[in-house]
């Protein structure tokens, strides 16, 4: 059993400023956002409140050596790289992992504590961007790192139906996400479902700042739903975080991220008890 302050389970979801705002596939603003977004993972993180951070790589960015933005993300108590980017990150498919790039991270960076996939599981063919030996691979080399690192998996709603557990057993923690409204609406039986599916992993819901999903902001009704569902299901056990996704829009003049950095004054300081 760990005890720990409600907002040391948030995690912010660090992107490169500006990528939400120029598709990777295109360089346009495919989600109409507004404004200009200038905050970095820790700039944002730190103007919300979030103390973690996973760094992970959008549209093929950073590339590595990944020194330059493990010197900026040190002031986070806990850091997870990218092992696997973004769909639009093409040089993670066939193999092209950043798993080399995050071990030796880890060797100069005490900070850095895992390593993560991003949208491990293909949303249109609906299999995996890696084999089950890979990810074995990927996990046995973490574990047994001179400092052991955890492994993370990005985990849609929209795919819960599916049998991925031989990819799931492999990983340590995985995080569910909801891409629109309607998902998010059954966010609290997706969850349920997602915790026994994956009971003896550390479980993290995700939380977008922006609709992406519906290609609009979030509402206030939205996020309240969202953050009052997630604070009591830290508090009974059920998932142990929250990632909030992103530093990406915390500056373009959003309500979401308003909402966020008031909840976290009011309730960052709560004490908790997590156990897996």
């Not at 900070?111 to 030996?133: C, K, P, Q």
């Not at 309607?182 to 550390?202: G, M, T």
């Not at 939380?207 to 009052?228: K, S, V």
Request: aromatic share 12%; glycine share 8%; net charge negative.
């Amino acid at each position: 059993m760990e005890t720990k302050k409600l907002r040391d389970c948030f995690w912010i979801w660090g992107h490169d400023a500006g990528c939400h705002h120029a598709s990777a596939a295109n360089k346009a603003n495919i989600y109409k956002l507004p404004g200009v977004n200038r905050m970095g993972p820790w700039e944002g993180a730190e103007y919300l409140g979030i103390p973690n951070c996973c760094r992970v790589v959008y549209g093929g960015k950073p590339e590595a050596p990944f020194d330059a933005e493990s010197e900026r993300l040190r002031p986070f108590k806990q850091v997870v790289w990218s092992i696997m980017g973004d769909a639009s990150s093409k040089r993670n498919d066939n193999g092209g992992d950043d798993l080399d790039e995050v071990l030796r991270q880890a060797r100069k960076y005490p900070n850095i504590t895992g390593g993560v996939l991003d949208d491990f599981f293909r949303a249109a063919s609906r299999d995996a961007r890696m084999s089950v030996e890979r990810l074995k691979e990927i996990r046995d080399r973490l574990h047994g790192a001179p400092r052991p690192l955890k492994l993370w998996m990005v985990y849609y709603a929209a795919l819960l139906e599916i049998d991925y557990s031989a990819w799931l057993e492999l990983v340590d923690v995985v995080s569910f996400w909801f891409w629109n409204s309607d998902q998010l609406a059954d966010a609290e039986d997706s969850l349920a479902r997602f915790v026994r599916a994956v009971p003896r992993k550390e479980r993290f819901a995700g939380c977008y700042l922006y609709n992406y999903g519906d290609i609009r902001p979030m509402t206030p009704e939205e996020m309240e739903f969202q953050l009052t569902l997630y604070r009591k299901l830290i508090h009974r056990g059920d998932i142990h975080g929250v990632i909030v996704c992103s530093n990406t829009v915390a500056d373009i003049g959003l309500d979401a991220p308003e909402y966020l950095k008031r909840f976290l004054e009011k309730y960052g300081d709560e004490e908790v008890r997590l156990s897996l």
